[in-house]
């Protein structure tokens, strides 16, 4: 076990809040980062505790929409006539995020050792970026949020499911999946990130009790040093989104494919020559 520095917990709020919005995977980056930088793992129940300050950056962010959609979802229970789209799409929330929470509970142990390991976020980064430049091939766009389905829904919260791996990225998984049911890019990239909101504030909620634990190995932060790195995250993931929406609106998600091939490749190449290791 080794603490945690300011420094370290300032520069890894920081990553978390610049990449766990973009399709690049924030919790690959904490654990490449904080192993390059320590030689050790800041660990699951941080990266789970600091993406509160992004979920909230995404609360802040989307308010209007948010608030939007729940008094339409409210609204709708009451009274059958006005259940418009608003309605429908807070329906879809939930059933979007229903499928990341019995898996994220089942394999809660699983995630917090296994899919720690460098050697697995190096292949998925390389991987799954061949899953962003297919979507992007064969994506039809014609379809914008307003025209979103429950089939669309379910198979954007079955692809969510796939963040549970670090490395695969949450926004990059659901709107890939996006992508190739027709939505355009903004539509899928803003509902993957309304359909994060519960299933991160609610990893981040029951991690709240392992981050504040000492642990035997790995980074430990102290209560200070996680409440700093998520206010960072905050703050710099509230400029992410706005800057994320504007981009994919003109760019392909290629961009980000190309960055995720080369940093696997640069960190399979570390683990290769024992520079670093992969837990």
């Keep these: ?38 030689g050790e793992d800041a ?3 941080f990266t789970a505790v600091t993406q509160l300050g992004t979920e909230l950056a995404v609360l802040v962010f989307f308010a209007k929409d948010i608030a939007r959609i729940l008094a339409a979802w409210f609204a709708g229970l009451r009274n059958p006539d006005r259940r418009g ?18 898996l994220g509970f089942l394999f809660t142990d699983q995630i917090r050792t296994v899919g720690r390991n ?3 976020i190096a292949i998925m980064l390389i991987l799954f970026s061949f899953v962003f430049v297919a979507a992007e091939r064969y994506a039809t766009q014609r379809r914008d949020l307003e025209q979103l389905t429950r089939t669309d829904a379910i198979v954007m919260g079955l692809a969510q499911c796939l963040a549970l ?11 890939s999946a996006g992508l190739f049911l027709g939505l ?40 200070g ?28 998600m290629n961009w980000f494919a190309a960055y995720r091939v080369i940093l696997g490749s640069v960190i ?3 683990l290769a020559t024992g520079v670093v290791s992969a837990y």
């Excluded at 929330?93 to 929470?101: H, Q, R």
């Excluded at 791996?165 to 709107?175: K, L």
């Excluded at 909620?205 to 430990?220: I, M, R, T, V, W």
């Design 165 to 175: 791996i670090p490395g695969v990225s949450r926004s990059g998984a659901t709107a």
């Design 225 to 252: 040093q996680i409440v700093v790195a998520t206010v960072i995250a905050f703050v710099v993931g509230y400029a992410a989104i706005a800057w994320l929406l504007k981009f994919v609106s003109n760019h392909s």
């Design 43 to 45: 660990g699951a129940s």
């Design 85 to 102: 789209i608003d309605y429908r799409v807070g329906w879809y929330v939930i059933l979007a995020t229903i499928p990341i929470v019995v």
């Design 268 to 270: 399979l190449i570390l």
């Design 1 to 38: 076990m080794t603490d945690m520095s300011w420094a370290q917990s300032i520069v890894l709020g920081t990553v978390q809040g610049l990449t766990e919005f973009l399709p690049i995977s924030s919790s690959a980056h904490l654990r490449i980062v904080s192993e390059l930088w320590a």
């Design 118 to 120: 460098l050697w697995l």
């Design 184 to 223: 355009n890019r903004e539509a899928a990239f803003r509902f993957s990130f309304l359909i994060a909101i519960p299933a991160v504030l609610g990893s981040g909620l029951y991690s709240l009790k392992d981050a504040f634990e000492p642990s035997n190995d790995g980074l430990q932060a102290g209560a």
